[in-house]
């Protein structure tokens, strides 16, 4: 039981206690004033023993009694008031002011530290007590000693602290001061040891196992006490008597503290703002604290956190590796940055829609979307699986037209899959059309009309397939376009031939609308529209010269030149085609006069670079040699109306197409000065033909009004697929993948559609002896009969 | 004829506003306001605010991950619609569509 329960009655120790510094003297006096009434169960025993001792000194040494005083800077008396009066009626609470210390009052400060301190009072020794207590007076009611006096008899009883209590205070201030002297000289030496262990519950066990050795004492002691208690009955050794305890007034103290207020912290240490803070570990000592007042802004976690953390975050060594400066930084820089923005508004919009980026992300987002209305035909194109979205309800009209073409479905057919088309393009004829050598998404389109009448500015657009709605580069040239490559070594360039005879290069990565280069200044140029245009790669070079590649054009002012790109361009004359001499009334015409044939197509060997037709507009084609030019190897005279495409076939070595705007195609062996196979139907212009790069048999024409496609296999009489055109629109070019089974199709309204070539039996090798087996056959079957192929 | 660049902007942001099933696009900037929309206010405010959140916490994903890595593209395919969000640092480009359409 602790003694402070008995010792309710006031120990009227009249301390004062303040924690002040007293200047005068210049020793820390920590004058605690004791409470025990508080809380009879804080203070410990040695509390007790220790204040009631001297409570006990001071009565009966009967001590002059010298009251505590607090005294602030300006020697003003600050000795504080008790809070608590033991006996209302003897003691004159002045609670708040400042009373004279020699005014005798019963006071029993409280000083909560104090309280904190009697509790560990047993671990402190000797002269902190001490001096913790300072000067203690003690004045007490007659009453009041007396009971604390008879209380204490039994306690412990210090050593006579009173009269030592000034030996002591003198002492420790010697001792104070020669100790900070001689700090400053000597080396100290810390030595860290783990302190006693402090028991601060100790129950012992109250049973004990019955296989220990104590288990018979206890077991004894156990059955004594049982007799005992049996005895106790009657027994003359105990006497039952009655104790009065003392029921004290409980009186309510209240405590002042300063409030605790709570302030919530959180941090976010997501591995990229550790990354982000460390890559702007420079930023971070830049940043000034701004406080977040008014943010909209909808980043809510850091921005909170960032407001409480900021105080904190300067007052944090810069050790960026922490966390939470990191964060501070990061959030701080945060902050700033929304700080800045709300001036910022306007700009902030012209800015994003400017910069760069902004229209990177635009196009794509184009695309993205595009692609989700034109994934099938994409999917279809590509020769993917067309997958059916889930979510998509097929509407009435859809369903009927799929049935109709699923009736259709073995016979081959063309799948119109879309159209490259915009506004832009309207009205405007397809001249030509073209792949890009390394981008297989990158179509080449010229525009122009073909007709001397209704020239207008010509236009070259370049249409990705992952947007056919608008295409991705435009270029606005002064006339029409008539011809259009894209070269194999340098993917990016694009030549581009026009109506007055310009030959123009692009480069289509930027969005310029200035060629690189045109042959405008070229002394040589071209008087006549640019009907053709290639790049030719010579692999074999003659005498180190020509190698690599080369612009080849053909124009109508009956030249095929070759353009070389060095300071600017300049050509020089592959071959004139020359008229071959022309037979009137049976005399020959005047031999000296050379007359040139406007020369409209030609076409490379693909083997043998060397090697190549031209046809002109007379109806003749010309094979002819590089190296070589002043004759041509041989003449094939057939057509009688203006060669339009002349083109090897890409398989078989020795066979060539011819179209003519006398309506027909003619197939041709470079052996044979006669076509070997004619294919007519319809007496319509046949405008462009193409070899299919697929399969040896299979070719494309494009006539007035409809698009063929024949296949040799199936039947040399008729073409295989015939799509008829909307009337009045006329298609005027044609083009093959190279890599799927599509073909594109331009016409006259400026539409490029795109088909794929169904159920046409592509079988798995490309046919060629299929092809050579058609032209052997024809040729026997000619010579059997003994007819001769007449002029068509 | 060449475009100013804010002009070249504007047509391809026209350009696809105007494509078939296109609901509606909406520019937001780096706090989640938006700065330019086709849609009425409060569906726009809307999709702004929800849009923005979803996209700070995919990209903190991502970086999370890998933080020299960035978030650049999102997509939400609903049953009615298609939510495509391109993200950056500084705004979002947002376009709903109806591919059915």
């Known amino acids: ?792 | 004829s060449t475009l100013t660049p804010f002009a070249e902007v504007e047509d391809t942001l026209k350009r696809i506003q105007g494509i078939n099933g296109v609901i509606g696009t909406i520019v937001v900037n780096a706090e989640g306001i938006p700065i330019k929309t086709t849609l009425d206010n409060s569906t726009t405010v809307q999709y702004a605010g929800l849009l923005h959140q979803l996209t700070m916490k995919a990209r903190s994903t991502v970086r999370d991950i890998d933080p020299q890595n960035d978030l650049t593209f999102l997509r939400i395919r609903s049953k009615k619609h298609e939510i495509m969000v391109s993200t950056d640092k500084e705004y979002l480009l947002i376009v709903i569509q109806n591919p059915a359409e």
Not at chain 1, 23 to 51: D, E, L, M
Not at chain 1, 450 to 470: A, E, I, R, Y
Not at chain 1, 532 to 544: K, Y
């Open chain 1, 1 to 792: 039981m602790s003694n402070t329960t008995v010792k309710q009655k006031r120990t009227a120790l009249k301390v004062k206690s303040s924690k002040t510094l007293n200047v005068s003297s210049g020793v820390f006096r920590v004058n605690q004033s004791i409470t025990k009434t508080i809380n009879p169960s804080i203070s410990g025993k040695s509390f007790s023993s220790a204040s009631d001792s001297k409570v006990l000194d001071k009565s009966l040494a009967q001590t002059p009694k010298h009251t505590v005083q607090v005294f602030d800077e300006h020697g003003q008396d600050v000795t504080p008031h008790p809070l608590y009066n033991p006996d209302p009626g003897v003691l004159q609470p002045k609670q708040g002011k400042i009373f004279p210390a020699h005014d005798t009052s019963w006071t029993t400060m409280t000083d909560f530290p104090s309280v904190a301190f009697q509790t560990t009072n047993a671990s402190f020794t000797g002269p902190f007590t001490k001096s913790f207590f300072g000067s203690v007076s003690a004045s007490r009611t007659s009453q009041t000693t007396e009971s604390v006096t008879d209380e204490t008899k039994e306690l412990l009883v210090k050593p006579d602290l009173s009269s030592s209590l000034s030996d002591v205070q003198a002492r420790r201030e010697e001792v104070k001061e020669q100790v900070r002297e001689d700090i400053m000289d000597r080396v100290v030496d810390s030595y860290l040891t783990e302190t006693e262990t402090i028991w601060l519950l100790d129950i012992p066990a109250v049973s004990v196992s019955e296989d220990s050795g104590d288990a018979e004492a206890v077991k004894e002691r156990n059955n004594a006490y049982t007799e005992l208690c049996k005895n106790r009955h009657g027994n003359d050794k105990y006497v039952e008597r009655s104790m009065q305890t003392f029921n004290d007034a409980p009186k309510t103290k209240e405590v002042q503290s300063d409030s605790i207020t709570m302030v919530d912290k959180a941090v976010m240490s997501t591995t990229w703002d550790m990354y982000d803070s460390f890559c702007n570990k420079a930023d971070v000592s830049e940043n000034t604290v701004v406080s977040a007042e008014g943010n909209k802004a909808t980043v809510p976690d850091s921005s909170s956190m960032s407001h409480l953390l900021n105080p904190s975050g300067l007052d944090q060594s810069m050790s960026v590796f922490s966390t939470t400066s990191t964060v501070s930084g990061s959030s701080a820089h945060l902050e700033k940055m929304t700080c800045v923005l709300p001036v910022e508004e306007e700009p902030d919009l012209e800015l994003i829609l400017q910069s760069d980026k902004f229209k990177k992300d635009l196009a794509v987002m184009e695309r993205v979307v595009l692609a989700n209305i034109f994934q099938p035909k994409l999917a279809a194109y590509r020769q993917l699986p067309v997958i059916e979205d889930p979510d998509y309800v097929q509407t009435q009209i859809e369903e009927e037209s799929w049935t109709e073409q699923s009736k259709n479905s073995l016979s081959p057919f063309l799948e119109h899959l879309w159209a490259f088309k915009c506004e832009l393009t309207k009205g405007r004829n397809v001249s030509s059309m073209t792949w890009n050598k390394k981008n297989p998404d990158l179509l080449a389109v010229g525009y122009g009309q073909l007709d001397f009448k209704d020239q207008k500015p010509g236009l070259v657009c370049c249409w990705s397939l992952k947007n056919p709605t608008w295409p991705d580069r435009i270029f606005h040239c002064e006339s029409g376009v008539t011809a259009l490559d894209f070269s194999a070594c340098n993917a990016n360039q694009l030549s581009v031939g026009l109506y007055d005879g310009t030959i123009a290069i692009y480069n289509v990565q930027t969005t310029e609308q200035t060629p690189i280069i045109d042959s405008s200044d070229c002394a040589n140029m071209h008087a006549c529209p640019v009907w053709q245009l290639r790049w030719v790669d010579h692999d074999t070079g003659l005498a180190g010269e020509d190698k690599g590649e080369m612009l080849i054009s053909v124009s109508g002012d009956g030249r095929i030149s070759k353009w070389i790109h060095y300071k600017g361009l300049e050509c020089v004359d592959l071959m004139k085609l020359k008229s071959p001499n022309m037979i009137v009334n049976n005399q020959r015409w005047n031999p000296k006069i050379l007359s040139l044939a406007p020369g409209l197509c030609f076409d490379f060997h693909p083997n043998d670079s060397k090697i190549y037709l031209a046809g002109t507009e007379e109806g003749h084609i010309h094979k002819c040699s590089y190296s070589y030019n002043e004759q041509f190897l041989e003449t094939y005279k057939a057509h009688t109306g203006p060669v339009y495409k002349v083109t090897w076939s890409p398989f078989c070595p020795d066979v060539f197409l011819s179209c003519s705007s006398d309506w027909t195609i003619y197939l041709w062996r470079q052996d044979l000065s006669k076509p070997v196979l004619g294919f007519t139907s319809g007496q319509k212009v046949v405008f462009d033909i193409m070899w299919s790069p697929h399969c040896a048999t299979v070719f494309g024409a494009v006539r007035e009004g409809k698009v063929e496609i024949w296949d040799l296999r199936v039947s040399s009489l008729d073409p295989t697929i015939v799509s008829a055109s909307s009337p009045g629109v006329n298609p005027t070019a044609l083009l093959f993948t190279p890599e799927t089974d599509c073909v594109l199709v331009g016409d006259s309204e400026g539409q490029v559609t795109v088909y794929k070539l169904k159920n046409l039996s592509a079988g798995d090798s490309t046919q060629v002896e299929a092809l050579e087996d058609v032209i052997r056959t024809t040729l026997s079957s000619q010579h059997t009969l003994g007819k001769t192929d007449r002029d068509a």
